[in-house]
């Protein structure tokens, strides 16, 4: 059983822009790129988005709440949730957007599956390219699958959503942390 086999709804190609992309403070469409992951590779920082109207992008390309983005080019090809946001998005070239029926997979799980050893091993084995390594779609509707029955699926990602957050709210604590110790000392220095 492969990718292939278990999404419903297809894979697809992110929109190829031609040339840099030129954001607008008031854009009304948010547009996902590499630079918007999250260092964890969870998720995507969405507050820093590039935004525009310049492009007139089809309904097609505008991401749905739970489409998987998977990274295609580079050395680190992870599969990243996307969330609804306030504003449409489009995913850029750089990604694969896959959309399954969330009645018979779980998307959460899915992301996991993707960006486990076995999956990256795999995934690794077909990268090919001199300066910027890919994949091809047909390397990624290829990934191995496994049958997991639905309740499983759901179990594993609810599972991963919440070690995914406990690890937010640790960076969160540390960074607080860090802010309330250089201050007490910047304070230890002034009040000299």
């Not at 954001?23 to 590039?50: H, N």
């Not at 995913?91 to 959460?108: K, L």
Request: charge should be negative; charged fraction near 20%; include cysteine.
């Amino acid at each position: 059983m492969t990718l292939e086999d278990w999404v419903v709804e297809g894979i697809k190609s992110g929109y190829s822009f031609r040339g840099k992309i030129e954001p607008q403070v008031d854009g009304a469409v948010g547009i996902l790129q590499m630079k918007d992951i999250t260092a964890d590779y969870y998720s995507f920082d969405y507050e820093q988005v590039d935004r525009s109207s310049a492009y007139d992008f089809k309904d097609k390309y505008i991401l749905q709440d739970k489409d998987i983005l998977f990274v295609s080019k580079g050395a680190n090809n992870y599969a990243i949730l996307f969330h609804q946001q306030a504003f449409p998005c489009v995913a850029s070239g750089t990604f694969f957007v896959i959309r399954v029926d969330q009645s018979s997979v779980v998307p959460e799980f899915l992301v996991w599956y993707i960006n486990q050893s076995t999956v990256q091993s795999y995934l690794a084995e077909r990268k090919a390219g001199t300066y910027v390594v890919n994949l091809t779609k047909g390397d990624v509707v290829g990934i191995p699958m496994r049958q997991v029955d639905y309740a499983k699926q759901q179990k594993i990602g609810a599972f991963v959503q919440l070690h995914q957050r406990e690890q937010q709210l640790i960076t969160l604590l540390q960074q607080s942390k860090k802010q309330v110790i250089q201050r007490q000392l910047i304070n230890l220095i002034e009040n000299e």
